[in-house]
Nanobody, 126 residues
Framework: QVHVMESGGGSVQSGGSLRLSCGAS????????LGWFRQGVGKEREGVAG???????LYADSVKGRFTISLDNANNTLYLQMNSLKPEDTAMYYC????????????????????WGQGTQVTVSS
């Protein structure tokens, strides 16, 4: 069992930056896929960035070069650094962890994840 909780959301202007954090309790992050997802109003939840069980990192095309996912193993904390934010990045952002080993094929797939945080809102104004 893994419990995850996000923090760090807020409101910024276009071009600004935010860093999201996701703390974990319970089981450790080892051998799990870890990911950041987002869901805008009236939209499907989509994978933004993920780390597979072997440490391979993947990004959605829409955020490549702007977002960076990282993991602090010592503190069981997952981060998402978001730079050059755009209004279309406005969404509720969720941290998630898989229950089992997860290959890169699944790292951005919502169906691969079992444990979800409550979400943190990111709003980017133009």
């Amino acid at each position: 069992q893994v419990h995850v909780m996000e923090s760090g959301g807020g409101s910024v202007q276009s071009g600004g930056s935010l860093r999201l954090s996701c703390g974990a309790s319970g089981d450790t992050y080892r051998r799990h896929c870890l990911g950041w997802f987002r869901q805008g109003v009236g939209k499907e939840r989509e994978g933004v960035a993920g780390i597979d069980s072997d440490g391979k990192i993947l990004y959605a095309d829409s955020v490549k070069g702007r977002f960076t996912i990282s993991l602090d193993n010592a503190n069981n904390t997952l981060y998402l650094q978001m730079n050059s934010l755009k209004p279309e990045d406005t969404a509720m952002y969720y941290c998630a962890a898989s229950a089992y080993y997860c290959s890169s094929w699944y790292a951005l797939q919502r169906s691969a994840y079992t444990y979800w945080g409550q979400g943190t809102q990111v709003t980017v104004s133009s």
